[in-house]
């Protein structure tokens, strides 16, 4: 997700849980191939597995994309076929290829012979008036037949005109039902479904029918929702980790960073959300959100806001 899932969120995810399949931001072919790679792709190997993103429509780029992939060791490369901002229609990629399943297909198909690292697509249910099942399942078919066996569901269409791109994960109606005929129709591939999905309970009833679940802004407002999901979705023994041990195994990831020059508050608004219900919730955002941009500012910041949430404890 554009803006949230940095390393430094998808590190903090990782000390929550080891199993839950974690999303670079969506990083477009032209950042990739002319601006620098390593900034762009490094990551920490806690973060395994690791898909990631990328945006484009041209084969031969997105074939680069993969080999990159690959060559940093990503787990998976996913192509975006769902995001309908303005700029990402103008450079003719996002979710305005489901009117293009042969194009996606191509970009697939080449992707998959460049580089041994799984190809998946994230879509949406349809755009604009293009957007019946038959319609649908023909794109899912065309690119799967190229070589693509997961698809992630955002299950709600997008209008390419006329909203914003906030207004499309809000306004066009969530149809779980569509996605799933998907998973009847094509039972041999992997389908994750996304959209709205908030609560343990919630993924374990799309899990039911769908082969995963895709977490989206829930994972940025109430990041402590991956505590549990190692032992209540993956089934493995062990205890939920408290929030404070999280911040206490965060901290020296944090240090760590600010030796390199990271600015303290690219790390710590990841965790606005952490005490989400908790007392003093309110204010551990205030304290984090005001001292955390203060030049010079370190790892006390966060012990001071702990303080907070002990004394409303
Ligand atoms: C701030 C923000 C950034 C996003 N960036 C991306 C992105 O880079 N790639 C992508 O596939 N979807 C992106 N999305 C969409 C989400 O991945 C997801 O499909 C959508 O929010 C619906 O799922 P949810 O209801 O769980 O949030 C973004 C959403 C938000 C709110």
Same mark, same amino acid.
């Given at each position: 997700?554009?803006? #949230? ?6 590190? /903090?995810?990782?000390? $929550? ?15 990739? @191939?002319? !601006? ?13 597995? /690791? ?19 690959? *060559? ?6 996913? @192509? ?24 996606? &297909?191509?970009?697939?198909?080449? $992707? ?39 698809? =992630? =569901? ?8 006329? /909203? ?7 306004? %066009? %109606?969530?149809? +779980?039902?569509? &996605?799933?005929?998907?998973? *009847? ?11 709205? =999905?908030?609560?343990?309970?919630? $993924? ?18 109430? %990041? ?25 195994? #965060? ?28 007392? !003093? ?5 205030? +304290? @984090?959100?005001?001292?955390? %941009? ?7 910041? @966060?012990?001071? &806001? ?8």
């Amino acid at each position: 997700m554009l803006d #949230y899932t940095d390393r430094h969120f998808r590190f /903090l995810i990782r000390l $929550m849980s080891r199993h839950t399949r974690l999303y670079t931001e969506m990083l477009t072919t032209g950042a990739l @191939l002319h !601006g620098d790679p390593r900034r762009h792709l490094e990551f920490d190997l806690t973060e395994h597995p /690791l898909a990631l993103q990328v945006g484009g429509s041209e084969p031969g780029e997105l074939a680069r994309c993969a080999q990159l992939a690959a *060559d940093f060791n990503y787990d998976e490369i996913n @192509l975006n076929v769902g995001c309908p901002s303005k700029r990402v229609q103008s450079g003719r990629f996002g979710a305005c290829l489901m009117t293009e399943p042969r194009l996606v &297909a191509e970009c697939v198909a080449t $992707m998959v012979s460049a580089a041994a690292v799984p190809v998946t697509v994230k879509t949406r249910i349809g755009v604009d008036r293009h957007d019946s099942y038959e319609q649908l399942a023909m794109f899912v078919r065309t690119v799967a037949n190229a070589g693509c066996g997961v698809f =992630i =569901i955002h299950a709600r269409k997008a209008w390419l005109q006329g /909203l914003s791109p906030r207004q499309n994960r809000e306004v %066009p %109606p969530l149809r +779980y039902d569509i &996605a799933a005929r998907l998973k *009847d129709d094509f039972p041999d591939l992997i389908i994750i479904v996304n959209g709205g =999905i908030q609560t343990l309970a919630a $993924m374990h009833s799309h899990l039911l029918t769908f082969d995963g679940v895709m977490i989206g802004r829930e994972a940025c407002s109430n %990041p402590y929702l991956f505590a549990a999901v190692d032992l209540k979705v993956f089934g493995t023994r062990g205890t939920v980790p408290t929030r404070e041990q999280l911040l206490d195994a #965060y901290i020296p990831y944090v240090e760590n960073q600010l030796q390199k020059g990271v600015p303290l508050q690219r790390m710590t608004r990841h965790l606005l959300g952490l005490f989400q219900g908790c007392p !003093g919730a309110r204010q551990w955002r205030r +304290y @984090l959100s005001e001292q955390a %941009p203060r030049t010079g500012a370190g790892v006390e910041v @966060l012990k001071g &806001a702990t303080q907070l949430i002990r004394a409303a404890a």
